[in-house]
């Protein structure tokens, strides 16, 4: 079976960090640019980062430049969202997802819970 699990979310306090992980099974991710999304209560689904799979370009949101860091491992098919000084409204459900855009993404992890608050 094909699929992406995410992991790594949680509560934290402003200011504090988290690492989300998203690993693939049953195929690799290689040849896969992964995109992480987010989505807030009563809000569309938005475009965090990006890292290539070429040349491992990456791509942030202007929200969260300077903050968050996406990184890839290929050996172990995972890719990683470091995520920095984290303020309330980062607060969301994380996904991540086979590709850049929403639109080109066939794989989807189920998604992982962002809480940040005092």
């Known amino acids: 079976q094909l699929q992406l699990v995410e992991s790594g979310g949680g509560l934290v306090q402003p200011g504090g960090s988290l690492r989300l992980s998203c690993a693939a099974s049953?195929?690799?991710?290689?040849?896969?640019?992964i995109g992480w999304f987010r989505q807030a209560p009563g809000k569309e689904r938005e475009g965090v980062s990006c890292i290539s799979s070429s040349d491992g370009s990456t791509y942030y949101a202007d929200s969260v430049k300077g903050r968050f860091t996406i990184s890839r491992d290929n050996a172990k098919s995972t890719v990683y969202l470091q995520m920095n000084s984290l303020k309330p409204e980062d607060t969301a459900v994380y996904y991540c997802?086979?590709?850049?855009?929403?639109?080109?993404?066939?794989?989807w992890g189920q998604g992982t819970q962002v809480t940040v608050a005092s």
């Open positions: 049953g195929f690799t991710l290689d040849y896969y640019g």
């Open positions: 997802a086979s590709d850049c855009s929403v639109a080109g993404s066939e794989y």
